[in-house]
């Protein structure tokens, strides 16, 4: 009988184990068919904006020298006149120009917020807070252009001066759009800092302050740094709510209140009206491949900030 009971036993438990290595198996199929889709599809749209991209240079014979660094931006200009002109450099340095503006803007909100809710903050006000945050985050980006269009910019030509469209405009819109971000990346960072840190400090004779701003900061700081530039990444590949209050100018902005472009601003206001495979709709992709170099850089720059943690 006991015999009989331990056979029965091992076909159960073998039948088990064959149902969990299956399980275990379906399992492994779908995380890795997962994982080669997001590969894959990252993969296919670089390859697609390669070699898009490139189509202007290499098919159409632009010269990507003067394309880089040319002042001026004529797609309609006449033979007569010299022929159209492709000069993206106001479109860089106009996203680099708000880009960098708002997460100067941004950064020390965000980090000082975070700061005051995990360090300072009573329980209500991570409770007030921190909902707050997320509502930031699930505005669209059309509501923050037409809240920008219609109170900020009125207010920069009140109150500033210019036309009220501008790079002000454009970086107080960025700014609070990036804040979100920065501020829910710097909270885990700050969440994540061992106990010991602050108990070590504070035991040392150390004031509140002095251990946020000599223990904390100093072993959050590559992860503070890691949520500036992802606010930053996203700032810079923006287009609608900048496309609103920025002026979409092709100068260069001389002032904070001067209009000036973007690169999104420029491609969305101007894909529409061009020819598939026409010299302005290949300059125009290649436009958008600035925008997957930068964001290939922004990536790096922030794996390089990640393996620099320092606990």
Known sequence: MAAQQQTVHDRLLKKNNRNA??????????????????ILATISITLFLLTKGLQAFVVNGVNPISFLTGLDWNPTRSEANGGPVYGALPFIFGSFAVT?????????????????MIEIAPSWGKRILQPVIELLVGIPSVVYGFIGLSVIVPFV????????????????????????????IATDALRTLPNGLRESSLALGATRWQTIRRV?????????????????????????AVQMVIGNARTIAE????????????ITLNMGHTVQGSVDNNVLWSLGLILLVMSYIFILIIRFLSSRRSF
């Not at 109150?159 to 501020?183: D, R």
């Open 21 to 38: 290595e299956k399980i275990e198996r379906k399992g492994k199929i779908i995380v890795y068919g997962c994982a080669s889709i997001i």
């Open 100 to 116: 960098i503006l708002a997460a100067l803007v941004a950064a020390p909100l965000g980090v000082g917020a975070a700061i005051y």
């Open 157 to 184: 030509r009140q109150y500033v001066g210019g036309q009220g469209f501008g790079l002000l405009a454009g970086t107080i819109v960025l700014s609070v759009m990036i804040l979100p971000t920065i501020t829910s």
């Open 216 to 240: 904390l900061l100093p072993a959050a700081w590559p992860m503070l740094l890691t949520a500036i530039v992802l606010g930053m990444a996203r700032a810079f590949g923006e287009a609608l």
């Open 255 to 266: 002032s904070l209140t001067d209009p000036t472009a973007t690169l999104t601003t420029i």
